[in-house]
């Protein structure tokens, strides 16, 4: 499991008519602090919430490591106990963060995280390999595992530690992408193509995809009032950004100028983040409004600006430069 992998799957992975929206180039006021932790030669930074930044990073031996961020910017890196390579994904407002390690026989495992630094470890009820991807502000994590046969199914685990598998009708193999303080569930799953759901907290599952979604829907963060976002690619292999509304509405954008566009965050009021493809081969970062309005940036220096997550007014991400891969916080202001 590394980093570069889960973001090519989220390249992959992460409406109704598509409407391509203008994409303001202004500058607007916005400060973006740069970072790494210690003995980090790469550094990845997943998520942003009111506690911090969680994200992870690799050492000299390449070996990866989870690290938290706080809001005065003192770092913290860490471990689950016989961990060979800590991904840490997602950060609740207390401080509580999940993510997924790997055993010395490479078998993935979820963990959480406490604001105070106890790590508890947890697995799927037969689980090969379990995948923990996101918690939500009551605790409650989502993610994915994989069986003996190596199919893949959804899971959610309540604050208790009860863990409850699931998959959409049909499904051959299911992902949970973000989980909402409601319990609300979104994700993909494929039936020989990947469509979108959202499960709420009974169980319920209700698919969808974009109108012009023909080559897989990837819906990738759930806001607390039940809005979605994430991409979809269309006949020709081009990925697009989407925002599916409370009442299923799916509206389609693109950053203009974009080959490709991810979309990975969406924020309480509505404002997305993510990153789109230039015809150099590079990649920016964007946020775009609720209204539709769209800001492009770039960290400093940057060859390669990912956005990752979205927290009010500040989102966070990595970037590329001459010296390597590092994270970022961008505040605007």
Same mark, same amino acid.
């Given at each position: 499991?590394?980093?570069?992998?889960?973001? #090519?799957?989220?390249?992959?992975?992460?409406?109704?008519?598509?409407?391509?929206? =203008? $994409?303001?180039?202004?500058?607007?006021?916005?400060?973006?602090?740069?970072?790494?932790? *210690?003995?980090?030669?790469?550094?990845?930074?997943?998520?942003?919430?009111?506690?911090?930044? #969680?994200?992870?990073?690799?050492?000299?031996?390449?070996?990866?490591?989870?690290?938290?961020?706080?809001?005065? &910017?003192?770092?913290?890196?860490?471990?689950?106990?016989? +961990?060979?390579?800590?991904?840490?994904?997602?950060?609740?407002?207390?401080?509580?963060?999940?993510?997924?390690?790997?055993?010395?026989?490479?078998?993935?495992?979820?963990?959480?995280? @406490?604001?105070?630094?106890?790590?508890?470890?947890?697995?799927?009820?037969?689980?090969?390999?379990?995948?923990?991807? $996101?918690? !939500?502000?009551? %605790?409650?994590?989502?993610?994915?595992?994989?069986?003996? +046969?190596?199919?893949?199914?959804?899971?959610?685990?309540? +604050?208790?530690?009860?863990?409850?598998?699931?998959?959409?009708?049909?499904?051959?193999?299911?992902?949970?992408?973000?989980?909402? =303080?409601?319990?609300?569930?979104? &994700?993909?799953?494929?039936?020989?193509?990947?469509?979108?759901?959202?499960?709420?907290?009974?169980?319920?599952?209700?698919?969808?995809?974009?109108?012009?979604?023909?080559? %897989?829907?990837?819906? #990738?963060?759930?806001?607390?009032?039940?809005?979605?976002?994430?991409?979809?690619?269309?006949?020709?292999?081009?990925?697009?950004?989407?925002?599916?509304? *409370?009442?299923?509405?799916?509206?389609?954008?693109?950053?203009?100028?974009?080959?490709?566009?991810? #979309? @990975?965050?969406?924020? =309480? !009021?509505?404002?997305?983040?993510?990153?789109?493809?230039?015809? +150099? %081969?590079?990649?920016?970062?964007?946020?775009?409004?609720?209204?539709?309005?769209?800001? @492009?940036?770039?960290?400093?220096?940057?060859?390669?600006?990912?956005?990752?997550?979205? /927290?009010?007014?500040? !989102?966070? &991400?990595?970037?590329?430069?001459? /010296? %390597?891969?590092?994270?970022?916080?961008?505040?605007?202001?």
């Amino acid at each position: 499991m590394t980093h570069d992998s889960v973001f #090519a799957t989220s390249l992959r992975v992460t409406g109704a008519t598509v409407a391509l929206l =203008a $994409c303001s180039h202004a500058a607007i006021a916005a400060k973006i602090t740069t970072f790494d932790p *210690s003995g980090s030669t790469k550094t990845w930074a997943n998520s942003i919430s009111n506690a911090g930044i #969680a994200g992870s990073y690799d050492d000299s031996s390449k070996v990866q490591h989870g690290f938290v961020r706080a809001s005065d &910017g003192t770092i913290t890196s860490f471990d689950p106990p016989g +961990s060979s390579n800590t991904a840490a994904l997602s950060i609740n407002a207390k401080g509580s963060i999940t993510g997924t390690y790997d055993d010395s026989s490479d078998y993935a495992h979820g963990f959480v995280r @406490t604001s105070g630094g106890s790590i508890t470890s947890f697995d799927a009820s037969g689980a090969r390999d379990t995948f923990a991807n $996101c918690v !939500n502000a009551k %605790g409650a994590i989502a993610g994915q595992y994989y069986d003996s +046969s190596s199919v893949q199914h959804g899971f959610v685990r309540a +604050s208790n530690g009860t863990i409850t598998e699931f998959d959409p009708p049909g499904s051959k193999g299911t992902y949970a992408e973000s989980i909402n =303080a409601k319990g609300t569930i979104t &994700g993909s799953y494929s039936d020989g193509s990947s469509h979108g759901y959202v499960r709420t907290s009974d169980g319920t599952i209700t698919t969808f995809d974009p109108t012009a979604s023909t080559d %897989g829907t990837y819906p #990738a963060s759930i806001n607390a009032t039940g809005v979605i976002t994430g991409l979809y690619y269309d006949k020709n292999d081009v990925s697009h950004g989407f925002v599916r509304a *409370s009442d299923g509405t799916i509206t389609s954008f693109d950053p203009s100028g974009s080959l490709n566009t991810t #979309a @990975t965050g969406i924020s =309480a !009021n509505g404002t997305i983040t993510g990153s789109w493809l230039d015809s +150099s %081969g590079a990649w920016h970062g964007y946020t775009r409004s609720a209204k539709g309005k769209i800001v @492009t940036f770039d960290a400093p220096n940057s060859t390669w600006t990912i956005a990752t997550g979205i /927290n009010g007014k500040s !989102n966070s &991400g990595w970037f590329k430069d001459s /010296n %390597g891969q590092h994270g970022f916080l961008r505040t605007a202001r």
